[in-house]
């Protein structure tokens, strides 16, 4: 729920399947202190990254380091279900050092052939506080902008976020988020959501832990608009697996997810799979096609109560 008012999908950090383990955060604490738990919108994020992203029709996408500092990409998507479009992506980081860092500092921007622009920046004002900006247009109209401001402490990380404040239509909403780290391993916090508008005002709190070891991490966001549960198992330097459900009170809906990932590093390939209990079963195959510098792409989702099939192929270069 803490992510409703982020993007969907953060630009220009594509997960790259052949990276090894990541290096400690610079906030983990190696001193008997309790570490920094983070922020409220990563505490699924474990268990996400082993789901595939569904993918349909022919996807080219072309990257381009300019410097260190300085990436530009180039998207070309053709299908027959969705519209298709062209997505020119540049991003600026503000040091290598972060290069593989989700929430490294960054401005970054999209733009595709429909004139919808995708802005976002993140800056670290300074070693504890983060800026966080987003801006989205659908073609000639805005929907989303969006300030968040997070302060990381030693053992405790707060933030607050205002989103789509219109003055004239009197309405805005605002977020508030706080995360606690009890232990070495248990995290507790809550997600507290503000909304106003001329036809209704209201608010809705979501309570928030997660339990972590060494090879696992089981997260729970529970509150009046529903549920969110998810399980991360990391079995060996090859397999990881995640179970997800997710409540709705609003739409009186339950999903359950199961998702792996596999990892052939002889072989350059990485395969994720899932399975929900909506009867979606899908696969997203990453062959990276040595020496050249690309990455070939090949996926299906089959929707059985739905009856539909959608099969997508694609290539990363660069």
Known sequence: MGSVLALSSSPGHQNWP??????????DRRDGRLPNPGSFHSLH???KDVFPQQIEGVKMILNKTLSSFFKVSHTLHLSAVSPSYYRFHVEHLQSDDYSKDKDAPALIGEMDSSGSLNAHALLHLTERVRARTVFQTQQSQFVTWQFETEYRGNDFT??????NPDILRESVILVAHFLQSVSSGLVLG??????RGRAEEGGILTLAGQYSRPNWVATLNAGKGGAHASYY???????????????ST????????????MELPEANMVFRGMINSRCIIGGVLEKRLTPLPATLIMGAFVNHKGDKLQVGLGINVG
């Open 190 to 195: 809550g997600e507290l959501v503000y909304h």
């Open 233 to 247: 198992h990391r079995a060996n330097k090859q397999i990881q697996v995640g179970v997800e459900f997710e409540a």
């Open 18 to 27: 052949f990276s090894t383990d990541p290096p400690p955060s610079r906030w």
């Open 250 to 261: 609003r739409t009186q809906e339950t999903t359950t997810s199961f998702g792996y990932q």
């Open 45 to 47: 994020r474990s268990c």
């Open 158 to 163: 707060a933030a607050v976020t205002v989103a």
